[in-house]
């Protein structure tokens, strides 16, 4: 008896790359999470966070720091500046942010300008 042909079309084999292809990289993500980690783990070092807290984390800073970014641009452009200094950024989080808040961020804020300035 003769094969009948099967009705189900050849499945197709994973491409091989050649030799001048490169094999596509997974795009890559930027996300704050390692930071927030190693600052939870300063603060509260028995303490975790779930992968909804991370994300809620991560929007948090992405919208405080474009805030201060816009902020620090709008000031810039008021004093016909066309450079962002810390000096920009500092008015801008002393406009944005409370009081006592305010005031911790710009002294940790200095310190780390101070830090990098040095190193």
């Known amino acids: 008896m003769a094969k009948t042909p099967s009705k189900k079309a ?4 994973a491409k091989k790359p050649t030799d001048g292809a490169k094999k ?15 600052v939870l783990k300063q603060v ?3 303490t975790g966070i779930s992968k909804k807290g991370m994300s809620i984390m991560n929007s948090f800073i992405n919208d405080i ?6 902020e620090a641009g709008k000031l810039a452009t008021y004093n016909k500046k066309a450079t962002l200094s810390s000096r920009e950024i500092q008015t801008a989080v002393r406009l944005m942010l ?4 305010a ?4 002294s940790e804020g200095t ?8 190193a």
Request: proline share 7%; hydrophobic share 25%.
């Open 10 to 13: 050849p499945s197709k084999a």
């Open 24 to 38: 596509r990289s997974k795009k890559r993500v930027e996300s704050y999470s390692t930071y927030i980690y190693k």
């Open 44 to 46: 509260h070092p028995d």
């Open 65 to 70: 720091f474009e805030r201060i970014a816009g």
């Open 98 to 101: 409370p009081g006592e808040l």
């Open 103 to 106: 005031k911790h961020a710009v």
């Open 111 to 118: 310190k780390a300008v101070t830090k990098f300035s040095s």
